[in-house]
């Protein structure tokens, strides 16, 4: 009886970790709900989740852009909404020029392993005309981090990839 109970409560201790284990994933929603005030006048909505959970993740983002040919850099701020595992992003790099938005959610548990990101390309026109979550060849779809070569590419040339 009391192996039983002791391996009960082994398998028990073991399931959070188990039940944690993966990376995150990253969706991108627009437009933004203009009748929700949380969304209200966002440029887009950043869903994260684990495991088709919302989750509450450390969310960044930076904005790569061409602005009348020179190269620039924007760190993004992202903010929470009432609801779990949503953020809001509003334009912070301004309306002329190329951009491409790299937002990442960040599970924090492998430093470096444990990410999602959206890579989201801004015409001149500020319109959004290509989202992608870039995945690991051969890992069932698990997310991996753009590239700097992606992102220069996606800039660029004006096609996400």
Known sequence: MLSRLSLALLLTAALPATAFAGPPWISIELPANPWDRDTRGAFLVVHAF?????????ISGTAEGLVNGQRRTVSLTLEKTSHAGVFV???QWGNTGR???VITVDQGEHPGDDVAQAVVEVSEAGAVVGVRVPTRPGADGFPRRATPA??????RSGKAS
């Open 50 to 58: 684990h495991h088709g959970i919302p989750m509450t993740a450390p």
């Open 150 to 155: 992606e992102i220069e590419s996606t800039l």
């Open 99 to 101: 951009w491409v938005l």
């Open 89 to 91: 992003l509003r334009n």
